[in-house]
Structure formats: structure tokens, C-alpha cells
């Protein structure tokens, strides 16, 4: 069963820690208790929609926060994050391709080499998203409240 609970299999992968690692971002930014009061109607979307575990919601809100109903901390934060959830989504995709063009009879030669590089490939994007913003527009600094 998936982790929704519809019956539907599920293999892990890499892009699934990837994902994760943007889930678990995004959560910080919003429960962050420094900045919890100055948060907006829609950043309290989506933190609700994070709290009842409806990722789809979460996400369908967060990407279209505009930047007026951004707290300042999301204001730092959200074209990093929206970068990391686009290359998580990349990611699936080419993994997703790696699948549906799989030889009937493949087996650990065929996914093992592929496997690796598509988890390298989405481990350096994330790196490289983090390492564009880094400074510019996030930093250590960004969590310190005034």
C-alpha cells in the first residue's frame, strides 16, 4: 500500500528522499516559532494542509503565494524552495522515464547504474539550487528574527 493508503505499490527511490528533504524544509520554514505570528492567511493554508499530511494541498498552496501574502521569511525562502520542488519534480520525471523504458527482462545491471546517476544527478541539482540562492537570498542570518 502507498502512504496514502490507496492500495497502490509504491518503490522507493532516491527522488523520494529528495522529496523529503523538501518537505522537511518547507515544514521548517513554516512552523518556524520565531515567525509564527507574522505569518499570512495563505502561509496558515499551508501549514493546515501540511498539518493534516495533504501534501498536494501544501504544495498547490505554497507555489501560488504571492509575494504580497509572503511573511518575511517566506519572502527569503520561497524561490529556493519552489527551485528544490522543481527539481524534485524533474527528478521524478526522469526516473519515471528510466521505468517505462526498462526492458521487459531487466534486471540489476540495467537499474543499478541508473538508478545511481539519477540519484546523483538529483543530489547535484539540489546543491546547485541551494548554492544559487545561498547568501543572496538565504543564509543563517535569514532564521534570526528582529
Known sequence: MDAEGAGVAHLHSHVDDLES????????VIFNKHWEKSLSPG???VMN???QGSKDDAARRFQY??????????KCFHPVLCAC???VE???KIWFEVLLNAPVDAGEEYYLPRFHL???????????????HWKDEISWETWKQE
Open 85 to 87: 520542488f522543481g527539481e
Open 49 to 51: 494542509s501540511l498539518a
Open 43 to 45: 502561509e496558515h493554508g
Open 90 to 92: 524533474a527528478a521524478n
Open 65 to 74: 503565494l504571492f509575494p504580497q501574502h509572503r511573511s518575511d521569511i517566506m
Open 21 to 28: 528533504c523538501f518537505w522537511v524544509a518547507l515544514w521548517s
Open 118 to 132: 539519477s540519484a546523483l544527478r538529483g543530489v547535484v541539482s539540489i546543491l546547485e539550487v541551494m548554492s544559487k
